[in-house]
């Protein structure tokens, strides 16, 4: 790879990373931004085939579905899952439920995909008629949960959609359930401790609701559409990086690889992994770099898709979020760090 290559891809990652802050109009047409970023990559390594694009247009088909289909689904019955809500909690208790719930939610957006799952928490804290405290408490350690659990299959969130594209071929032949097989003992009781967190609420329940605007069917499709061109856009992104980051990222220890990915608090933890990952990875870098980047991905608002929808439907300011998620947070970093030291993959 020569350095003018070099400087050129080291630019658009800079640009990737940077701009969406610093420049309004980007961070509202971020799919389209990084879908020209992605084909300025391939066109700066020379990696056009009819197998890259082939590729780009049948990676983001199963998550685009997942999404409309959901979605629309979620708009439809969204009385009878509200009523579902309040009839468990009525059964068990408001405590119980949040568990019960948070759970629940976070393993089947591994199906029904991190984005409606994120309307449906958003539904749910609504219902729930919580003090503005404890409501931020629920949407945060929720939004974790929701993170952990949506890497879970290709079709939960675009992180693990990418990640399982780029490592489908040789010599990690990624299928369907590969992350599922390479990180349930680490995300199961994620997720069980989460929805535990979620449950510790101080302020008993007020009859304030929680407003927010129902989406339309056309909203519903737009993000659909918009959610296939980003993953699209993350098919040329991390073809177009791909030496890059077996120039850099593939020769840094695993700890240092950890580490390095708590950037994913203010990054787009889909956006990092495009770049980084590599097929000639292994198994146990794969597995720091990604509990690295779903983990701190919930720190900050811009950290995952979750954070992102759920802050902007309840008005949850920066600072709220970080004061719930960072002690957390931080301290599940530690111990995922520790975990994955003692039992790496293989």
Not at 156 to 171: M, N, Y
Not at 308 to 327: G, R, T, V
């Amino acid at each position: 790879m020569s350095v003018t290559v070099t400087i050129l891809l080291s630019l658009i990652i800079l640009s990737a990373l940077f701009l969406p802050f610093l420049v309004p109009a980007v961070e509202k047409e971020l799919e389209i931004f990084l879908f020209v970023l992605g084909v300025i990559a391939v066109s700066v390594t020379g990696a056009w085939s009819a197998e890259i694009v082939k590729n780009a247009l049948k990676e983001p088909i199963a998550i685009s579905l997942a999404v409309l289909i959901t979605g629309l689904l979620f708009r439809r019955f969204k009385k009878q899952v509200v009523f579902g809500i309040e009839y468990l909690e009525s059964k068990t208790g408001l405590k119980p439920a949040i568990i019960i719930i948070i759970f629940a939610l976070s393993l089947l957006s591994s199906v029904i995909t991190a984005i409606v799952a994120a309307l449906i928490l958003c539904e749910i804290a609504a219902t729930l008629k919580l003090s503005r405290r404890d409501t931020v408490h629920v949407i945060v350690m929720g939004c974790f949960a929701i993170g952990l659990g949506a890497v879970l299959t290709p079709i939960g969130e675009p992180l693990a959609t990418i990640v399982t594209s780029k490592l489908s071929g040789e010599p990690h032949n990624a299928h369907f359930f590969y992350l599922f097989l390479m990180l349930w003992d680490f995300i199961i009781p994620g997720l069980l401790l989460f929805a535990y967190l979620a449950s510790r609420i101080k302020d008993p329940q007020i009859k304030n609701e929680i407003h927010f605007e129902h989406e339309t069917n056309k909203e519903i499709i737009v993000r659909a559409a918009k959610v296939f061109l980003f993953v699209m856009a993350l098919v040329f992104f991390g073809k177009g990086l791909t030496p890059l980051a077996e120039a850099t990222i593939m020769q840094l220890p695993n700890g240092a690889l950890y580490w390095a990915n708590t950037v994913s608090a203010i990054l787009d933890n889909a956006t990092l992994a495009a770049a980084e990952i590599v097929p000639a990875m292994t198994n146990a870098q794969i597995e720091f770099m990604l509990i690295a980047l779903m983990v701190s991905g919930g720190f900050l608002i811009p950290g995952n898709i979750p954070n992102i929808i759920c802050a902007s439907k309840l008005k949850i300011k920066s600072k709220e979020w970080a004061k719930a998620a960072l002690p957390t947070g931080i301290t599940l970093m530690v111990v995922y760090y520790i975990l994955v030291s003692v039992f790496p993959a293989h």
